[in-house]
């Protein structure tokens, strides 16, 4: 066991790891149930849904869990290198991106947030529960992708537009987020201070990964597949001209980096090595997650944990 997994697991959502069983239904489903209750006045483009019973949310936090979690092993599991053409890195860059980019979705979901996009089908159940209840915004809500937070106390979920493309919304929140866990590591009593101390540095560098290269809104893992998808750039697509002599040892590290417990991987000391950096950051994110999701697994007092039909599944399916 990790000491990351010590430090995080005080900051889960509370409930979640009791969670057993197949979890098909995910937060779209829950809103379209319409099983809740709006009494505070509906904003512009936010609003706050009551629960009675708070099974139903954290069931519908799980089961995004498992098809998102589920998503981000299969990707990095799927990275092969090609005998044809051994040089080329692009599918390499663009599915480590792709699997943290999942990791990163289900951890942000077992603390209790999540950033979602919201269709037709849950807008108009939102409008129509906030009219039944006369809660209703001056303007309906309108669809795009909304940053939502359950609060277990008062069994509450929050939510609020989260402006911008998909992944630039979910960097943002991401990266909040996690500078909010680096501080709050420091304030877990049960660890020893040089544990926390450790488990905040390592948060620390990774959120300032994030940021690398002056990115904005912790949005640089996303500029990195950008180049690469969009533009290719990087040297990593043929003829490969200017391709830098670590590049040959990137795909050994996909083997299985992301295996190892996130605290011992090394996030800082790349130099210009950008797609090592890059690589190392991404593989810490799918680790992460790993990490949590066996520690909550084993935490399942209620029967057989969600993860086990979900990315834990995958991982055994895989023999990993």
Excluded at 25 to 52: A, H, P, R, V, W
Aim: hydrophobic share 40%.
């Amino acid at each position: 066991m990790s000491v990351f997994d010590d430090i995080a697991r005080p900051f889960w959502l509370a409930g979640l790891n009791q969670v057993s069983g197949r979890q098909p239904k995910g937060i779209g489903g829950l809103i379209c149930d319409e099983n809740y209750q709006i009494y505070t006045q509906m904003g512009f483009n936010s609003f706050i849904l009551s629960f009675g019973d708070p099974e139903p949310v954290l069931e519908a936090f799980a089961g995004d869990i498992n098809r998102i979690g589920s998503a981000s092993f299969e990707s990095v599991l799927g990275i092969v290198r090609s005998t044809a053409l051994p040089k080329s890195m692009a599918w390499l860059v663009v599915q480590t991106y792709y699997s943290a980019f999942f990791a990163a979705h289900a951890l942000l979901r077992m603390l209790g947030e999540s950033c979602t996009p919201l269709e037709r089908e849950q807008v108009h159940s939102l409008n129509r529960v906030g009219n039944l209840f006369g809660a209703a915004p001056t303007s309906p809500l309108i669809g795009g992708i909304y940053h939502l937070r359950y609060d277990a106390a008062t069994k509450t979920i929050s939510g609020t537009s989260a402006p911008g493309s998909p992944h630039e919304a979910f960097w943002r929140v991401f990266h909040g987020r996690m500078v909010r866990l680096s501080n709050d590591a420091l304030t877990v009593s049960t660890e020893a201070l040089v544990n926390r101390q450790l488990a905040a540095a390592k948060l620390s560098e990774l959120v300032g990964n994030l940021c690398f290269q002056s990115a904005p809104n912790g949005r640089w893992l996303s500029s990195v597949r950008n180049s690469v998808n969009y533009s290719q750039r990087l040297a990593t697509w043929y003829p490969y001209s200017g391709q830098q002599g670590y590049y040959s040892g990137l795909f050994q590290k996909a083997l299985d980096e992301w295996t190892e417990d996130p605290l011992n991987l090394d996030l800082s000391s790349y130099g210009d090595q950008d797609l090592r950096r890059f690589q190392v950051t991404c593989n810490f994110i799918i680790s992460a997650f790993r990490a949590v999701a066996i520690d909550m697994a084993s935490r399942c007092g209620t029967g057989r944990s969600f993860h086990h039909f979900g990315s834990l599944g995958c991982l055994n399916v895989a023999r990993r």
